[in-house]
């Protein structure tokens, strides 16, 4: 977790031609919903890796759909259409969701984290403080990138290896920390000990003095989906304390998958 959304750092601030016309859509319409809106066009495309004249095109179109909203300084937000849209999924969410992540939190202490691929990062959709006095700076909304989160390292894991290749070809593994893994051999290395252990760690690989556990959400084909993971901090609890979580870690997110 950082103070900082890596949506656009994961991308490496590459513009690509690449994608279909409706990939290309969803990623714009993710930028346009990220936290800090109403973002300007400069944004969307660095942030969607769509090109400034197809951006703009695409852009027009959900405007006058009423997908996105245009205001009177040339800023897009999530119109009226996008707003019902994501009240209507939240509004169907089985209410276990929100159950078993409560049961995991309590029976841990520790705040809890429910993310979802997307793309080249995760993105934070449910989050569980801790009563403890200290705070995460991950927000519902934040994307992070996969090789520097439990839950992204996790997912990764379940990847095939050219896939995973491809991904670090992608995003260059930038370091967040000094103790990021920034090149592929390490990162294929530790994705090794995740599949045999069944859990990922982040430690301080992604923010000073934040540790995490994490575990993937298979879909039924086995294709990882998202994650959950367990969030400390390294002063208060030791890596082999947090390690010990992993058996109800991986009970909630059995649960979880079915319902995603």
């Keep these: 977790m950082s103070t900082n959304d890596a ?4 991308r490496g ?5 690449a994608g279909s016309a409706l990939e290309k859509s969803l990623r714009i ?3 346009v ?15 969607a890796a769509v090109p400034k004249s197809s951006t703009y095109r695409i852009l027009a179109s959900l405007v006058e759909q009423g997908f996105v909203r245009q205001d009177a300084e040339s800023r897009y937000g999530a119109g009226p259409r996008l707003r019902g849209l994501a009240a209507q999924v939240s509004g169907g969410e089985p209410a276990s969701i929100g159950g078993i992540l409560d049961e995991l939190q309590q029976a841990t202490g520790q705040t809890v984290h429910l993310a979802l691929r997307s793309g080249e990062t995760i993105t934070y959709i449910r989050k569980l403080e801790s009563d403890q006095p200290f705070r995460t700076a991950s927000r519902v909304g934040m994307r992070m990138p996969l090789h520097t989160t439990a839950i992204g390292k996790s997912i990764l894991a379940h990847l095939p290896d050219e896939e995973v290749r491809a991904l670090v070809a992608a995003t260059g593994l930038p370091a967040r920390t000094p ?9 294929r290395a530790q994705l090794a000990q995740v599949r045999a252990r069944g859990f990922a760690v982040d430690d301080e690989e992604n923010e000073p003095t934040i540790r995490c556990l994490g575990a993937a959400l298979l879909d039924p084909d086995g294709r990882p989906i998202g994650g959950v993971s367990i969030t ?3 002063f208060l609890v ?14 909630a997110t059995e649960s979880l998958a079915p319902l995603l």
């Design 7 to 10: 949506s656009g750092a994961a």
């Design 13 to 17: 601030g590459r513009t690509s031609a």
């Design 29 to 31: 319409l993710e930028a």
């Design 33 to 47: 919903a990220a936290p800090g809106g109403p973002h300007r066009l400069a944004e969307l495309t660095a942030a």
């Design 179 to 187: 103790r990021t893994l920034t090149t592929g051999r390490a990162l």
């Design 232 to 234: 400390t901090v390294t």
């Design 238 to 251: 030791s890596r082999e304390e947090i390690e010990a979580y992993a058996p109800a870690l991986r009970t």
